[in-house]
């Protein structure tokens, strides 16, 4: 069956007008959390850190590709061995599978570290491209499309000559072995995770290593789109309209609110966005299903996001669903995190340098410092981690 995501791709480059919009759901995040990536657990209680199981986990990722109304399912290496090349989940559906192709360093977040999002990322892959494709270390031509063909690739620029070398020289090597093995990615471009060097104007500083860094690759190895933080409709028309041969996407960051969801999908594509990977505001949603129809319908310019709001609540309570906030609470603009340790380098949508003092301080760290867990109790231990959790999962 032909894809949604090729489809859509071949009109958008075709007519960058066109209202096309590809939406993707990333469920990657046991490569990053760990035990509390598939989400809390319907079952915890107030203060209880219970989670989904990965079982959990994959039969939501089944039914939300049975459901049909996302273009991508964005999974682990794990994940998509299971589910795409043992189930043949994707074989009959137009929904495309995608694996997480690395997880650099500032997606270590193991409980209890605290450490690893603190340090400057580095560049790492579990994952091969070989068992992306065919579940084992070395696929033969004619095996190479049992399993996924697109991955997400992850680069974190530090403004720091010799990490970001290190972390450009991992790409490359990545891009040419992809292109070798008939293997498409999308490039994910997270901001600054130290403060060490951050940018007097991060939006910029982020466009301009993206297009600097594309400029010198030829269209065989370029990335199918990008995924980047939104930094607000200024960035986003810049770099849309530099290169129409570049599609530009959003990540989604923490839960927010759901207004925070929908209007971010909204603002972005209404500056040129046409693609948008939204990961812990789906997993955290009430019901999933029901908050990614109504993602959709925004996505399609069939609601606007106040109305996707109060529909959604409309839903919820046919389905007997008590929501996480009032109405009125869950239709307020908050400020979430965007990268995966829960942290924002300023606001999302100014400069570090228009960001205030206490802002600039926590670029790329926790939101609070990490204490010294040798003058804590066994209780006030547990505690911090909660919130930690709270903070990070939404």
């Known amino acids: 069956m032909q894809k949604s995501l ?4 071949a009109r958008i480059l075709a007519d960058p007008s066109c209202r096309d919009f590809i939406l993707a759901d990333a469920k990657d995040a046991d490569m990053a959390f760990g035990l509390a990536a598939p989400g809390r657990s319907p079952e915890h209680h107030p ?30 290496a794990s994940s998509n061995e299971v589910l795409t090349l043992e189930e043949r989940l994707f074989d009959s559906n137009h929904v495309t599978p995608a694996v997480r192709a690395n ?23 579990t994952a091969t491209i070989d068992h992306m494709q065919c579940g084992k270390v070395e696929c033969s ?78 269209a065989r190895g370029r990335p199918v789109f990008l995924k980047i933080v939104y930094h607000g409709p200024a960035a986003m028309e810049a770099l849309a309209g530099y290169d129409r041969s570049l599609v530009v996407g959003i990540l989604g960051g923490s839960a927010g ?25 789906i997993n955290n949603a009430e019901h999933q299903l029901t908050f990614i129809q109504y993602l959709r319908a925004v996505a399609d310019d069939e609601l606007v996001p106040e109305e996707a709001v ?10 007997g669903i008590r929501p996480q906030r009032p109405l009125a609470d869950d239709l307020r603009h908050t400020e979430t995190a965007s990268s995966y340790s829960g942290t924002t380098l300023g606001r999302n949508r100014k400069s570090a340098a ?4 206490a802002a600039r301080g926590a670029v790329g760290g926790q939101a609070a410092a990490t204490p010294d867990f040798s003058t804590m109790t066994q209780a006030e231990k547990v505690q911090w981690n909660l919130d930690r959790w709270k903070r990070i999962v939404g």
């Open 6 to 9: 090729d489809r859509k791709l």
């Open 310 to 319: 109060k529909a959604y609540h409309g839903a919820l309570q046919k389905l």
């Open 103 to 125: 997880d650099t360093t500032d997606i270590w977040l193991a409980a209890g570290s605290g450490h690893y999002a603190q340090q400057p990322s580095q560049p790492f892959r």
């Open 141 to 218: 031509p004619d095996e190479r499309r049992l399993g996924a063909d697109l991955g997400l690739y992850s680069v974190t620029f530090n403004n720091d000559v010799d990490l970001d070398r290190h972390t450009l020289d991992a790409y490359k090597a990545f891009r040419l072995e992809a292109e070798a093995k008939g293997f498409r990615h999308f490039l994910e471009v997270f901001d600054p995770n130290v403060s060490a060097h951050a940018p007097a104007d991060l939006p910029r500083f982020i466009n301009d290593n993206i297009v600097r860094t594309l400029a010198g690759v030829t």
């Open 47 to 76: 203060g209880e850190a219970r989670f989904r199981t990965l079982a959990d986990y994959r039969q939501l990722m089944r039914e939300i590709v049975a459901q049909g109304l996302v273009d991508i399912m964005l999974m682990s």
């Open 354 to 357: 228009s960001a205030s003092p």
């Open 257 to 281: 609110t759901t207004f925070d969801a929908f209007h971010m999908l909204w603002e972005a594509k209404k500056y040129g966005a046409r693609v948008a990977l939204y990961g812990r505001k």
